[in-house]
């Protein structure tokens, strides 16, 4: 059996004349990804690692997220594969994934995360919102065995707002 914990990175700003992978979080992403994080805190267990985007608002999410789970940063790989906004790089990476994890959490973008959802998960989704997070456990021993699996968990920032 395999985990999969997939968050997209948190609301960007496009206010700042930089290349897209060096966009910031804005204040509305970090308010989201705490409370994305502190939900999941509360009902899960740690990954054993965890991958990331090169973005910086990949990253920046990514280490907020941890921080607030109390996981350390230092298991952090980060992959070029994972940016990717079409699917399939990101589909092609997971499968890549050592097999000795078996609990394991990503760190990216979309369209390719939503598409990933609609791929391998047992619920359909519109859109995977910024800071929004699934778990999947997939019923195989090997990531390059990758087939549909079920959808766990799925927390939205805007359904954990007062």
């Known amino acids: 059996m395999k985990k999969l914990t997939i968050i997209r990175h948190a609301k960007s700003s496009w206010k700042h004349n930089v290349r897209d992978l060096d966009r910031p979080i804005k204040k509305r992403g970090i308010t989201d990804i705490t409370a994305v994080s502190k939900e999941f805190k509360i009902k899960y267990l740690h990954p054993e690692i965890v991958f990331s985007s090169p ?21 952090v790989i980060i992959s070029p594969e994972i940016y990717d906004f079409g699917g399939n790089s990101l589909i092609d990476f997971i499968k890549s994934i050592d097999d000795k994890y078996d609990n394991v959490m990503l760190f990216g973008h979309n369209h390719a995360l939503t598409f990933f959802v609609n791929t391998y998960g047992d619920n359909y989704i519109d859109n995977l919102p910024t800071s929004g997070l699934v778990i999947f456990e997939f019923n195989i021993d090997n990531w390059e065995d990758l087939k549909p699996g079920k959808i766990i968990e799925l927390i939205i920032p805007k359904n954990l707002r007062d």
């Open 55 to 75: 973005a910086k608002r990949a990253l920046d999410t990514c280490s907020r997220f941890l921080k607030n789970i109390e996981f350390s940063y230092n298991n």
